[in-house]
């Protein structure tokens, strides 16, 4: 079955804690992208891969940090240093697909400090 | 940079009502245009997308939308809305050049009553 998986899906996290939030992909996918999903602001992008061993922040970095060793796994961590970690995240990977590179979307991983 | 704006935060219909969530979109240059859809507890799903030649796209579960260049817009549309279509809707777009990065408005939430 080919797709995005994200886990766990709920994390509990203690103030101060760093946590890391998994993300693999089977679909062969060269990019990789993190986003946050907060209740009306819509998904903003904390960081992207384009290939492995590269990736790059995007517009809120701050407090994350990102890994990409292997192609399927984009793993994200979120730090101490993140002011207000409480969100649901989404892993997507990229693919070319109906003419575009299009992006497709894991389940998401909803994260709650404590 | 670009930038996606969804002015319709909340859309109440009944069902069998027609369908209009709009969308306006900022960058000077060519553009590939995205609608998500989110149902409730689901992935963030492809409705539909455009890239180049027919402005008036189909996509799945009868919706389409329409790319007015002159406009800057791609509203989406359906002509008789269903109960399971209750869901949060996302435009977004990227560059056809450079970095693949998407732009997420903040998002439609349309709930049909039946």
């Known amino acids: 079955d080919g797709g995005i998986t994200q886990s766990p899906k709920y994390l509990f996290r203690k103030e101060g804690q760093n946590v890391t939030l998994s993300c693999e992909q089977n679909l062969n996918h060269d990019a990789m992208y993190w986003y946050r999903q907060d209740p009306g602001q819509g998904l903003r992008l904390i960081y992207y891969?384009?290939?492995?061993?590269?990736?790059q922040k995007g517009d809120i970095a701050e407090g994350y940090s990102v890994s990409r060793e292997k192609k399927e796994s984009f793993p994200l961590t979120v730090t101490s240093a993140q002011k207000n970690p409480t969100a649901f995240y989404l892993c997507?990977?990229?693919?070319?697909?109906?003419?575009?590179?299009?992006?497709?979307f894991g389940p998401g991983t909803r994260l709650t400090v404590l | 940079a670009q930038s996606v704006s969804q002015h319709n935060h909340h859309v109440i219909l009944s069902e069998a009502a027609s369908l209009e969530l709009g969308c306006n979109y900022s960058y000077g240059g060519t553009v590939n245009l995205f609608w998500y859809v989110q149902y409730p507890g689901q992935h963030l799903q492809l409705l539909l997308k455009?890239?180049?030649?027919?402005?008036l796209v189909k996509g799945i579960k009868g919706f389409e939308a329409e790319f007015i260049k002159s406009k800057f817009s791609f509203n989406l549309r359906k002509p008789s809305v269903q109960w399971s279509d209750t869901a949060e809707y996302f435009c977004a777009v990227n560059a056809q050049t450079g970095a693949n990065n998407l732009f997420f408005g903040t998002g439609t939430r349309l709930t049909v009553i039946p």
């Open positions: 997507a990977s990229s693919g070319y697909t109906w003419g575009t590179d299009t992006q497709y």
């Open positions: 455009y890239f180049s030649g027919d402005p």
């Open positions: 891969s384009q290939i492995v061993n590269d990736f």
